[in-house]
């Protein structure tokens, strides 16, 4: 069960970071080719996460040839208490790039492959995020778990049902 190295949708490229980009975004520092205010906190948070060589690791969400935030999971699949694979995923994007659709199109690419693999996929977003709640929602995440001990909203994207 693995990822591809990069996931492509109609207007972006989600490469898996590397090891030296890690580094940077862990570092707060920025590179040519990434939007100026890219990394984020939440950024440097996720590459604290990051292992090399892991297909379920961040990635970068790149329009053109700008990297304009990160989306990715939080550590490879486990078993749920239901026992069906599960993972839970994060992303942001730089200020500028917000209500283009951007998100939920790197999700739902994103979405395309861990279907393909079987794994179910959750999140958890502060109730007051309207926008990052309007991703999740238009991405299929319906299952509400309640909240997480931070007061997030857990919430989980079913598996499409098998042959359909």
Known sequence: MTLPQTVTSERLTLP??????????????????WHPDYPRRDDR???????????WAPRHIVRGTTALGSVGFFGPPEAAPDGVLEVEV????????????????ALQALLGETDAA?????????????????VLAKCG????????????????????????
Not at 16 to 33: H, K, N, Q, V, Y
Not at 45 to 55: E, H, I, N, S, V
Not at 118 to 134: D, H, I
């Open 118 to 134: 079987g794994v179910r996929v959750r999140a958890s977003v502060e109730p007051t995020n309207k926008p990052s709640v309007r």
């Open 90 to 105: 994060g992303y942001g994007l730089v200020e500028e790039a917000r209500g283009w659709g951007f998100v939920t199109e």
């Open 16 to 33: 898996l970071w590397t090891p030296d980009e890690a580094a940077d975004i862990r570092a707060g520092r920025s590179r040519r080719g």
């Open 141 to 164: 995440f319906t299952e509400l778990r309640g909240a997480n001990e931070d007061g997030e909203l857990v919430m989980a994207r079913p598996l499409p049902a098998a042959g359909g």
């Open 45 to 55: 948070d996720a590459a604290t996460l990051y292992q090399p060589g892991d297909p």
